[in-house]
Nanobody, 121 residues
Framework: QVQLVESGGGMVQAGGSLRLSCVAS????????MRWYRQAPGKQRELVATITSGGNTDYADSVKGRFTISRDNAKNTGYLQMNSLKPEDTAVYYCNADVRKVLGLKFISYWGQGTQVTVSA
């Protein structure tokens, strides 16, 4: 099986920074795209940032210039550096990754359990 475990969430004042980590473990041959989503209370889950296996990145307009997604393929780990945080960034942040467990099999999407980020005004 494959597990994604997020860490690094917490409480911070507006203008502060947090760095989220997502470690993938288990039977992993390769990881394609890795993504960070977030879900605020009463709102739908939204895509925040994406990074491909080759390092290409994409961001939601609301976080461009403030958040940076990265990954360490050797460690099967993804990161989300969040700077200049705003109260509206408060949400549960989820890691998502497309994982191939064995060469020749298709990629399967896995999710982490989420980590809470709370930004106070």
């Amino acid at each position: 099986q494959v597990q994604l475990v997020e860490s690094g969430g917490g409480m911070v004042q507006a203008g502060g920074s947090l760095r989220l980590s997502c470690v993938a473990s288990g039977t992993i041959f390769s990881i394609n795209a890795m993504r960070w989503y977030r879900q605020a209370p009463g709102k739908q889950r939204e895509l925040v940032a994406t990074i491909t296996s080759g390092g290409n990145t994409d961001y939601a307009d609301s976080v461009k210039g403030r958040f940076t997604i990265s990954r360490d393929n050797a460690k099967n780990t993804g990161y989300l550096q969040m700077n200049s945080l705003k109260p509206e960034d408060t949400a549960v942040y989820y890691c998502n990754a497309d994982v191939r467990k064995v060469l020749g099999l298709k990629f399967i999407s896995y999710w982490g359990q989420g980590t809470q980020v709370t930004v106070s005004a």
